[in-house]
């Protein structure tokens, strides 16, 4: 089953940056529209980024734009979030998903692959 692998949390200082990497493991037969969300402690998921197939289309949400700044692989079911400027409200598990299409609602996604782990970023002096 094809899975999907979040990396690069950890904890940094307020103003800090950290970069994180979504890699696919197996094989995909397509490109997918790709997403990060984030799941604050006590919070529901939340929308951080999004970008299409392409990569010539991105979108963030209200409270990473600026700060954050999606990428993706041409080729592959890869892709990576730039977060500068931290702020202890960045604090999350960060969790990447594909749609089949250029999508910044949840539901779009988990369906063609399942849900990670995440990876945790916690920022705080």
């Known amino acids: 089953q094809v899975q999907l692998e979040e990396t690069g949390g950890g904890l940094v200082q307020p103003g800090g940056s950290l970069r994180l990497s979504c890699k696919t493991l197996g094989r995909t037969d397509k490109k997918y529209g790709m997403a990060w969300w984030r799941q604050p402690p006590g919070k529901e998921r939340e929308f951080v980024a999004a970008?299409?197939?392409?990569?010539?289309?991105?979108s963030y949400g209200d409270s990473v734009e600026g700060r954050f700044t999606i990428s993706r692989d041409e080729d592959e079911n890869s892709a990576w979030l730039q977060m500068d400027n931290l702020a202890p409200e960045d604090t999350a598990v960060y969790y990447c998903n594909v749609a089949p299409f250029y999508s910044t609602y949840d539901t779009d996604y988990g369906k063609i692959i399942p849900w990670g782990q995440g990876t945790q970023v916690t920022v705080s002096s």
């Open positions: 970008i299409s197939r392409s990569g010539s289309r991105t």
